[in-house]
């Protein structure tokens, strides 16, 4: 498979394939930079048709498509579970989870975009401010293949409440994913090709960064995100990049271990570990470290992975992925490490099972970069200021969450994270009201809430003089005393000593 790179060579179609299985699925056009510019011209109509609407309908438009949605979850379920391998359920469940994102948007973007009142001082005291937010244009989105639905929808969602009309790229490996959802967008939005399709390779999501989009909203891996970055800079296209993560997990001596454990194997596991959120590491305070172990341990050998109706965990969706995992278990295991569950014998083709890791270094693999497999690895720490020192000194800082009856919100304030859940996993991107996204390595720039909402936006700042000003400063033709009562104005107003 190809990557993000100009230099790639396109192909006239490419094939998608169920990891679990090798089947068909289906046969896609990898599409051109006259196919990107072709597509960014007809957005460019829709977007002049689209933003003239206005909040209250593009709300109605978005209430209807999760609608849609909604009545065909299981429809939509099924293409997630071809072309990426996870269960069906956990296709669902990714459906449901971007419903309130659809409607929160529409019916929030008037309040946080719409035009409201910038207060003045006492020099500017003749104006009258206002700022509002106005859509970009067209955005280009590309998405990843882990959750084809929901993290594309978190960008494109955004983007179409406040205004813009969207190119999508879904990722190669899940194009059909990104053709049901336009196609059925379509259903709701046929008189402008608002929300467009682009399938293909790293080439294609090069031609769209090249096509002359306002904005480009990129998920995926870090080291993806800076080929797009400087594809992007060719133009100066400026570029919201969701990338990886090394995510932990924090377990303090007054923890419910029960609710930890359970907790740490979903958000590790879940999704075979193919989540940019997902747990990798796992840092518990001496006292509770045997008891915690143990549970996790037991949690842990009660799922399985594999491609049988009683799988809770579905294939690696890239087979590339699977030789990363294999190298980060090997590593771990040379330097000392011991796989208490799983582990390099445990994978068999593109399914890996279930790994818990523990005496691993923390200069290894397993514990630096990102594994995107169903592994964690466990430390025993002294205390939370070792777990918080420990979990701070990765180079991603997308997510992590704390468990802790007492201390939970003073260790989340401590984290270098853009997101951090108390007691619970994965619950940031549940509400559409807080921001996703992170810092370092992880990415720039945010979806979901309000920021989410204004990333695809510029401010529009007026500022209207409503009478002659007492003083006259902006011309040539102020005079030596208007200088003098303005100093002692700036005097009277800034130059006062405070005293702590």
Known sequence: MTTFDETTTARATFEVRNPGTGDLVGTYPVQTDEDAAAAVARART????WSGLGYAQRADRLARFAGVLARRTNQLAAVVHDETGKPYSDGALEVGLALDHLKWAGRNARKVLGRSRAGVGLLTFDQAASVEYKPLGVVGVIGPWNYPVFTPLGSIVYALAAGNAVVFKPSEFSPGVGRWLVDMFAEVVPEQPVLQLLTGDGGTGAAL???GVDKIAFTGSTDTAKRVMAVCAESLTPLVA???GKDVLIVDEDADLDSAAAAAVWAGMANAGQSCIGTERVYVHQRVYDAFLEKLVAQANSVHAGTDAAARIGPITMPRQVEVIRRHLQDAVAR????????VSAISGQVVQPTVLVDVPEDALAVTEETFGPTLTVAKVADMDEAVERANASRYGL?????SVARGRELADRLRTGMVGVNAVFNVPRIPSLPFGGVADSGFGRIHGPDGLREFTFAHAVAR???APLLALTTFDRTPSTDALVAKALTLLHGRRRWQ
């Open 399 to 403: 997510s992590a969450a704390v468990y």
């Open 46 to 49: 829709a977007f002049a048709w």
């Open 209 to 211: 960064c090249r096509a």
């Open 242 to 244: 969701e990338c990886g």
């Open 465 to 467: 003089q409503r009478f």
């Open 336 to 343: 000392g490490g011991r796989a208490l569950t799983g582990g």
